[in-house]
């Protein structure tokens, strides 16, 4: 058996048993670690209300060397809840839309800076969020840092086909996941229109600090381009509708497709 002692974020939990539960964590070291909690609805001594979604834990953690099979969560400490996240729905709908992305798509196992760089974008948005009142221009900014935490990020400046600057009349195509510019366009089906100034704002959003996204503010046409253009993108790559992604659309008043 191999021990891990690290940070974690709660992604998804889920009562197993009689009194286990199930848990799904992102880990600065491993990515997505899916662990079982023996007795957990039953020891307050091991998990001392600590295995809700968004909890900042300190786990400790053991799995068979080289097996496939689960991990034991054996002990889990509260860092923080991050309770100013359930204090306002819209808040909470988007805090668990991103959770959800990363149990849907972080690495499960993996190792190295990717995950580092993943587990401190989660942690740093939830800690921004919780002074946040999220409107869909936020759920945009933050959607679009949390697929580029996921090592899915657009290609903004340049287009994807011949590398030219888009120009005035790009698009966005979906299919290579960036823009093109309007040369390209004109070979292509399925091109979404894109103004650069849009393009210009996204670009601005994954340079921004987390904490500073609240200060971009595009205008009404570049929200509805971006709405449009990442819901395609994200679906595009995560293949599904997320199951927070409808209460997250009627929390922040949303038309739901
Ligand atoms: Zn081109």
Do not use: W
């Amino acid at each position: 058996m191999s021990r891990l002692v690290s940070e974690a974020l709660l992604l998804r939990a889920v009562d197993f048993g009689e009194s286990d539960r199930i848990v799904h964590l992102l880990t600065p070291e491993t990515g997505r670690l899916t662990a079982i909690a023996k007795g957990a609805r039953r020891s307050v001594k091991r998990f001392p209300g600590t295995l809700d979604l968004f909890n900042h834990l300190r786990v400790s953690v053991s799995r068979r060397r080289g097996g496939r099979a689960m991990a034991f969560l054996e002990r889990a400490v509260l860092i923080s809840p991050f309770l100013e996240l359930r204090a306002v729905p819209t808040r909470y709908a988007l805090a668990s839309y991103l959770l959800e992305l990363m149990d849907r798509m972080a690495p499960e196992g993996g190792a190295g800076p990717d995950t580092q760089r993943l587990f401190s974008f989660a942690l740093s948005s939830l800690s921004a969020l919780e002074g946040m009142a999220p409107d869909l221009r936020i759920r945009l900014l933050f959607e679009l840092r949390a697929l580029d935490a996921l090592g899915l990020r657009p290609e903004l400046r340049h287009c994807v086909r011949c590398g030219a600057e888009p120009g005035v009349r790009a698009g966005f195509y979906v299919a290579d996941g960036g823009v093109v510019c309007s040369s390209c366009t004109v070979r292509l089906e399925g091109v979404l229109p894109v103004h650069l100034g849009t393009l210009r704002v996204l670009q601005q959003a994954l340079d921004y600090d987390v904490d500073r996204l609240e200060r971009l503010v595009p205008g009404a046409q570049a929200v509805v381009e971006a709405r449009n253009l990442l819901f395609r993108f994200q679906r595009f790559h995560v293949g599904l509708e997320l199951r927070s992604e409808r209460f997250l659309d009627e929390s922040l008043g949303e038309p739901v497709a």
